[in-house]
């Protein structure tokens, strides 16, 4: 952000405000922990903040200080109208375009508030009146963490708000492994530490909290996956009939892709998965090196996200899906193959 960008949302913070901040749809680790870590900050100079979540996230995820408060729109919608319509800044986090956060789109549209957005991912829209845009950022917890900064308030991170943005930088650079992760990141964690943050404590909330059906659901997935070596790509499928056999809960395919990924020689992997409430084939795609999927989740899959992490989505059926996945790859096998 620019210094006059700066300065002028510091102005607009010194009096109490009422502040509805919202995540895009589906949140993940580091939706919830930017919206909490921000709520915990922004309420310490005493603004009336409220999380309004477009619909439900993961169980792994429901322990992080402050979650018990969110509030979610698909359940708790006139409440959440209610609190948009009346607030005075709106800040939208992890997502760059209203479309990404469902139903809420529309009372967001027609809200009167200022909006401010903090966000990593590419090509940002316009809607918001601060724009806080950082595609090199590990992770919008990163961000979070630096807008205090920017604020002048880093000595005032606690132990929550460094817990949140923990969260965040750890679920969405792969436990600090993706290309993302930088030196910047690093001393930000030692400082969250410094200031809290127990990482193995959190690690272990993260990741150590499988169940049995969960278990049995990536031995669905590792049985479906399917190796195209002349294209370096590998592909899962799960359809809706082996979720509910399983159990599913949001989250339970958390980082299934990766699985494909972790291969030898593979440098592009997707997980395609059946949800018929919706209607529509979720696509999760991942990249090593100079291969970008968010250029191809843009192009094919009504989709994007990151250089080498990005969603999308398919209106076929998974079948279809994954025949128009194995004719397109052609057009892509000297990228893949460089």
Known sequence: MKTQEIEALKALLQESKKIVIVPHKNPDGDAIGSTLALTHYLT???????????????????????????????????????????????????????????????????AAATFIMIDHHQQPDDYAFFTYSDVTMSSTCQMVYHFIEMMGDQ???????????????????????????????????????????????????????????????????LKNLKVLPEYRTAYITITQEELDKHNFRKGDTEGFVNLGLSLHNIVFALIFIENKSEGIIKISLRSKGDFSVNEFSRAHFEGGGHHNAAGGKSNLSIEETVAKLISILPDYKNALNS
């Open 155 to 221: 000595n005032n991170i606690t132990p929550e708000i460094a817990t949140c943005i923990y969260v965040g930088i750890m679920t969405d650079t792969g436990s600090f492994r993706f290309r993302s992760t930088t030196s910047t990141t690093h001393r930000v964690i030692a400082s969250l530490i410094d200031h809290g943050a127990d990482n193995t404590a959190i690690h272990e909330k993260i990741y150590d909290t499988n169940t049995y059906s969960r278990l049995q659901l990536q031995g669905v997935a």
């Open 44 to 110: 310490s100079l005493h603004h009336q903040v409220t999380i309004i979540s477009p619909n439900d996230y993961p169980d792994f995820l429901k322990w992080i200080p402050g979650q018990e408060n969110i509030i979610n729109y698909d359940t708790n919608n006139e409440l959440g109208e209610q609190l948009i319509a009346a607030a005075d800044l709106i800040f939208t986090l992890d997502f760059n375009h209203l479309g990404r956060c469902g139903a809420l789109e529309t009372p967001l549209r027609n």
